[in-house]
């Protein structure tokens, strides 16, 4: 099942390297890689959900080894590098401005994530305090994710990721999301 999953990805990359993701239907992700319509709604309710799918595998990538001695640095490094590497996929998907875009599901991604470590080191669900800064942390991530990525990932990915950091809620790098601690007050 994942390999139908991912030769309809690899067709939909193709397919954006050729057309915006606006002009690309779902019965062209079909012909590009030969798998049936029939087939592909089995996986994904629509390309969107392709998209999505797509990019949630590229983003687990870059995370995955996130709380077990990862820094956030080095675990930031990685997913820009990784979103870097498939840049065409996230020009087009952050231009999108529909149901399922890009921008609302990274949010919805990290913050969950997140969220996630935060309660899993501290034992407790996060505070209101946390949970606004964390919200607000992270809809500022994707938005300059999107701007560096609109902007032809022309800076350098330390130097985002180095903002990144710098830009957290000072509370909130208490929390040390990941290992080793951060700055300093």
Known sequence: MKYVKEDLSDGLKRCLTKKKISDISVSDICNETGVSRQTFYRHFRDKEDLINWSIDVILENSFKHMGKGVSLNDALNRKLDYIKEERVLFNKAFKMDNQNNMREHDFELIYAFYKNMIESKNGEKISDEMDFLLKMY????????????????K?????????????MPYKLSLIHIS???????
Not at 138 to 153: D, F, I, K, N, R
């Open 138 to 153: 992270c809809q500022g991530s994707v938005y300059m994710t999107a701007e560096w990525v609109l902007g032809g990932c």
């Open 155 to 167: 800076s350098e990915v330390s130097t985002v990721v180095d903002n990144l950091i710098a830009a």
């Open 179 to 185: 290992e080793p601690t951060r700055r300093t007050p």
